[in-house]
């Protein structure tokens, strides 16, 4: 984060809460359009997501003997690690978001012009409306009131304020939110709710979590906590190949070091017109060539291939790296991803194969290749299908290189493997485009038509993310170890 640009020294944090499933994709879609809203402005602080069958939970023995309901529990576990995350920062303010909020277009404004007005150091302000007990506690510009807790929906805190929080989150982890608050020595102040620039929320995903959390209170006793499996001791093997090009420039160096730092061989896939001495130079800017090229280069005694774009951002690739090989080691994995700010492939976007709320790994039709790991035989396969698309008649120079992940799906199925979506770590993936969609719509028909040959040539059945049907293999097996993955 450019310091300049946050003068300040504002951190932001973003929770959601598991929806019905009808509300999945709108809930995705507000939770990463918040984040590449305001990371924008101020440093988006992320830990990983605990589930409520994760062995973080499993083996507390607080969980199982206090009175929090489990969504308050995940809540507190969250918060608390992401108050630490905070403290160590450089950060002066922190706000806390749900991401059900609908943040007006002068959201920033509102909230700088909240900070300028503390004059309380130890100093909580809701900034979704909270039950005031008080007059007006500054200028009527802002409208505070003096109240007697903070709305978890949203609310700020000073950096010493966020010491008392943890401090009293330490001492009693198992207290709910609002107690924790009155422990601390807090004071608390809140926007009205005739505040004009004051937040709203997208009414259809609150009432879907809250749907969502009063059927699992009501289930947590009959969750079944069981063991964890034995990890395999087998090491994972990894080639990295990094998609750069001139507008990545200020992320390069991060993602290609976090990958060198894993013991990742690690190739960058430069299509700038700078060379650099170690990278792939002069690879095309269409991101069909790109792929075609990291496949080619790949060396085939890893297992897997991970290919990265260079626009996504993270500071847990370390912790992200790790778990993921952890993830790596089970059967039948054709593809593995994070869960992005910004993708098409939402896990609300279709439905899945195999997916449970309270789990941090599903079973899906689809992945996007922005961050993905690629097993090695599929990779092979795919070398086949260029050398097929290169020798068709009808071939052409694709600028952009849409269908391929229809195409490396269908080649993922006929292996028997799966595409495993991680909802564990979230990674920032900005919006926007260098190419037009238009034309990116018009070459997808032209490789589907090369494709669509390719896969009968080879006994495979053709298919688009739009007939999602289930393989024509048994998945229970891997469905169990998704299902014990802790």
Not at 267 to 280: F, K, M, R, Y
């Amino acid at each position: 984060m450019d310091r300049s640009r946050n003068p300040l020294g504002i951190a932001f944090a973003v929770h959601r809460l598991e929806v019905e499933f009808d509300q999945q994709l709108a809930s995705d879609t507000a939770y990463g359009e918040t984040i590449n809203r305001l990371s924008e402005s101020w440093e988006w602080l992320n830990v990983k997501r605990n589930f409520l069958k994760s062995s973080e939970y499993q083996k507390s023995t607080l969980f199982n003997s206090n009175d929090l309901t489990a969504a308050e529990f995940i809540f507190v576990d969250w918060l608390k690690r992401i108050l630490i995350k905070f403290l160590k920062s450089k950060n002066q303010y922190l706000i806390i978001l749900n991401s059900s909020l609908y943040l007006p277009d002068s959201f920033e404004q509102t909230v700088l012009g909240l900070i300028q007005s503390i004059e309380k150091p130890i100093l909580g302000i809701s900034i979704w409306p909270t039950a005031p007990i008080g007059s007006l506690a500054s200028g009527n510009d802002n409208e505070l009131l003096e109240a007697t807790g903070l709305s978890k929906l949203g609310f700020l805190l000073t950096q010493i304020a966020s010491k008392e929080l943890l401090q009293a989150l330490e001492i009693n982890p198992v207290l709910n939110f609002q107690d924790s608050i009155r422990k601390s020595k807090i004071t608390c102040l809140t926007i009205s709710d005739k505040h004009p620039e004051r937040p709203y929320l997208w009414l259809d995903i609150v009432d879907s979590e809250e749907s969502h959390a009063t059927k699992l209170s009501k289930n947590d006793e009959h969750i079944d906590f069981e063991s964890e499996p034995s990890r395999s001791n087998k090491e994972v093997q990894v080639h990295a190949f990094i998609s750069h090009w001139f507008s990545t420039w200020h992320n390069i160096n991060d993602v290609e070091n976090a990958c060198l730092a894993a013991q990742y061989k690690t190739s960058v896939l430069n299509t700038t017109e700078i060379d650099q001495a170690g990278w792939l130079n002069a690879v095309p800017i269409s991101f069909f060539r790109q792929f075609e090229k990291a496949c080619r280069e790949f060396d085939q005694s890893a297992d897997y291939l991970l290919l990265i774009t260079a626009d996504v951002v993270s500071n847990e690739w370390n912790e992200f790296f790790n778990y993921c090989e952890k993830v790596l080691v089970l059967n039948s994995i054709g593809t593995l991803s994070p869960t992005l700010t910004n993708e098409f492939f939402h896990i609300g976007r279709f439905s899945n194969l195999y997916f449970d709320q309270e789990l941090p790994l599903s079973i899906v039709h689809c992945n996007d290749l922005i961050v993905t790991y690629i097993e090695r035989q599929a990779i092979i396969e795919m070398i086949s299908f260029f050398d097929f698309f290169n020798s068709a008649k009808e071939t052409f120079e694709p600028k952009v290189g849409f269908g391929l992940m229809e195409i490396l799906r269908i080649i993922i199925e006929s292996l028997e493997l799966v595409n495993i979506r991680d909802r564990s770590f979230t990674l920032l993936h900005p919006g926007g485009s260098s190419y037009s969609r238009e034309v990116a719509m018009q070459e997808r028909e032209s490789i589907y038509e090369i494709a669509r040959r390719f896969m009968g040539d080879t006994n495979r059945v053709w298919s688009t993310n739009r007939e999602l049907k289930p393989p024509n293999f048994d998945l229970n097996d891997v469905i169990n170890e998704v299902k014990n993955f802790r």
